[in-house]
C-alpha cells in the first residue's frame, strides 16, 4: 500500500480518526487535469490559434485586424487525399423558414411549406 493510505477499518493513535489521503497526495493528483486544463484552454484562444497556424505573422495580422492571417504550410500542412479532395466542404447552416399562421389553410402555401410545417408541428 502507498503510504498515504492505509486500510480505513483502522484508527489513526494520534488523531482518534480514520486515516485517508493526505492534501499533498489528493493536489497533486489532481495536477495533470489542471495542466491540461489550462492547456486546452490556452490552446482555444483566437490569438494562440493564429500563432500556432500561421506564425508570428499571421499572430500580427490578427492583432491588427482581428482576424487570423495565411496559414504557413510548414505550421499547418494540408494534405490532399486523391478522390476525396474538394467533394466535403463546409456550407451555410440552414435557416428556419418563417411560416405564416395566417396562410395555414390554403393548400398551395402548404404546398410550398410542408418542410417548415412538419417541423412546425412537432417542435
Not at 480514520?18 to 489532481?30: E, H, K, N, T
Not at 500556432?52 to 482581428?66: D, E, K, N, R, W
Not at 440552414?94 to 418542410?115: R, S
Request: no cysteine; aromatic share 12%; hydrophobic share 35%.
Amino acid at each position: 500500500m502507498p503510504s498515504s493510505y492505509t486500510n480505513s477499518n483502522t484508527i489513526d493513535p494520534l488523531s482518534g480518526r480514520p486515516p485517508g489521503f493526505r492534501r499533498r497526495s489528493v493536489i497533486r493528483a489532481w495536477m495533470p487535469w489542471v495542466f491540461l486544463s489550462i492547456f486546452v484552454l490556452v490552446w482555444g484562444l483566437p490569438p494562440t490559434k493564429a500563432l500556432l497556424t500561421g506564425g508570428p505573422p499571421s499572430l500580427a495580422t490578427y492583432q491588427a485586424t482581428g482576424k487570423a492571417g495565411t496559414n504557413n504550410p510548414f505550421l499547418a500542412p494540408t494534405f490532399e487525399i486523391p478522390s476525396l479532395h474538394k467533394l466535403i466542404y463546409r456550407t451555410y447552416p440552414v435557416e428556419p423558414i418563417k411560416i405564416d399562421p395566417t396562410q395555414l389553410t390554403d393548400p398551395a402555401y402548404k404546398k410550398e411549406h410542408a418542410e417548415g410545417l412538419f417541423t412546425l408541428s412537432i417542435g
